[in-house]
């Protein structure tokens, strides 16, 4: 989830049908330039070089959410478009072990489909494998940069978020796999393996 | 010329029929790939409307969302429709966002 005023200037954005590293290249209607989703900023046309700034969002169940925000609101089908909403496309990709499209740069660290809590805070970046994260009861606790952060973990949907152990705000973060977190942040260490560098794992 | 180059530049060519501004360019331009759907075959949201929770009968508790609060007020995306539309133009309160899949 992101901001769209860019420079006091409110975009729109739409699908380009267009991927780089697998990844899809969304397009702004006032520019027609091309916005990378992982590398979080615009590679081509007019916006080049500008950054997206990334809205904290949890992916979790309807009935998590709902219990939390009973006065939530939700987006309505009524769309303007006709879709069969109650279908759910792409599932053959999500079984698949590997990448939809060539991916330049593979990282062997992880196997290229496993799921990963990506979280890139103050240039430095962070891999989380769900795998680990299901296995545990409690919040993990760490550290990335000069921030004390937990990262939970929601069983019912299978996926994670992170917020400052200081001030319980939510941190945005984004769950991918692993061959696209790698490729737009190749620099990020990776919880639990023994090239995470950092501080010793307090558990 | 090369088999390979003659294919960048046909693609060069046929991308640059789609509209979009390729004049400036942070990633070579010959790593942007089709991902099969033309530009809006998957058509973004611009027009979002909302449901309050007890409204929302097409959803299953176990159906995931992606939530967001913003100064108190709470806002669910399901991905049965992020799915079909991977981004909706929306608002929180005055702040412009868009929610992406």
Known sequence: MYDRAIDDTELTFGVSGLLYESNVLFYDHQTESLWSQLKEEAVTGKMTGTRLRAIPSVTTTWKTWRERHPHTFVLSTQTGFRRDYSRMPYRAYAESPHPMFPVKHRDPRLSAKEKVLGISLGGIGKAYPLRLLRERRDPLEDRIGDTTVQVLYDPAADSAWVVDAKSGALLPSVVAYWFAWAAFHPESSVHGTSAEGGEEESR | ?101
């Open chain 2, 1 to 101: 010329m090369k088999k390979g180059a003659f294919v960048a530049v046909l693609f060069a060519t046929l991308i640059g029929l789609s509209g979009f501004d390729f004049r400036q360019h942070s990633i070579p331009l010959e790593e942007i790939r089709s991902g099969g759907p033309p530009k809006d075959g998957i058509p973004a949201i611009l027009d979002p409307r909302f449901l309050a929770a007890p409204e929302a009968h097409f959803l299953e508790d176990g159906d995931l969302i992606i939530g967001v609060v913003q100064e108190g007020m709470a806002k669910a995306y399901p991905l049965r429709i992020l799915v079909w539309h991977e981004v909706v133009n929306d608002r929180l309160g005055a702040q412009p966002i868009a929610v992406t899949y």
